[in-house]
C-alpha cells in the first residue's frame, strides 16, 4: 500500500467510525439518550450559573435543543469526514457526500422505529441534512476551495 492508498483507507475508516457512534447513539433505549443528553444540559447549566448565578432556566426546553444540536453537529461533523474521504479518492465531493450523509441521517431515523421509546422524525433528518450543509461549506472554506468557482464547473 502506497502512501495515498493509507490516507484514503484512514479517512474512509474515520467516516465509518463516527457512523458507528451515530448508530450506537441512536440505539440506546429513549430514558437512556435522555439521561446522557440530560447530564451534558445539566453540565451548561452549572457552568452558565457560575458566571451568571440569576440565570433562570426551563430545564426541559434546554434539553431539547441540546438533543437538536446533538443532530446538527454529529452530521456536521460526518460531512466533513465524508467530504474529506470522497475528495481524497477523487469523487464527486458534494453531491456524493450531501447523498451519502443524507441516506445515513434516513437510515438512521428509521432504525430509531425499532429502539424503545423512539421514532422516526422528518424534523431531525431536516436538522441533520442542515448539520451536512454547514458540514460541506465549512470544510470548503477550510480547504481554500472556491465555492462558486467549484458550483458553476460541476
Not at 484512514?10 to 440530560?38: G, R
Not at 444540559?41 to 437538536?68: C, Q
Not at 460526518?78 to 469523487?91: E, K, W
Request: charged fraction near 15%; charge should be positive.
Amino acid at each position: 500500500m502506497n502512501k495515498k492508498q493509507i490516507i484514503i483507507s484512514i479517512s474512509w475508516l474515520a467516516v465509518l467510525l463516527w457512523m458507528v457512534l451515530i448508530f450506537n447513539l441512536s440505539s440506546q433505549p429513549a430514558n437512556q439518550s435522555n439521561k446522557l443528553s440530560e447530564g451534558i444540559t445539566k453540565a451548561i447549566v452549572d457552568t452558565v450559573e457560575r458566571v451568571a448565578p440569576s440565570t433562570d432556566f426551563d430545564l426541559s426546553r434546554l434539553n431539547h435543543i441540546v438533543r437538536k444540536n446533538a443532530h446538527f453537529f454529529a452530521y456536521l461533523v460526518l460531512a466533513l469526514l465524508v467530504m474529506n474521504a470522497v475528495r481524497r479518492t477523487g469523487g464527486n465531493d458534494i453531491k456524493l457526500t450531501l447523498l451519502i450523509c443524507v441516506l445515513y441521517a434516513i437510515s438512521d431515523e428509521m432504525h430509531q422505529i425499532f429502539i424503545p421509546g423512539r421514532s422516526a422524525q422528518l424534523s431531525d433528518v431536516l436538522i441533520d441534512s442542515v448539520g451536512v450543509v454547514v458540514g460541506i461549506v465549512m470544510y470548503l472554506g477550510i480547504s481554500g476551495i472556491n465555492i462558486k468557482k467549484l458550483l458553476e464547473t460541476k
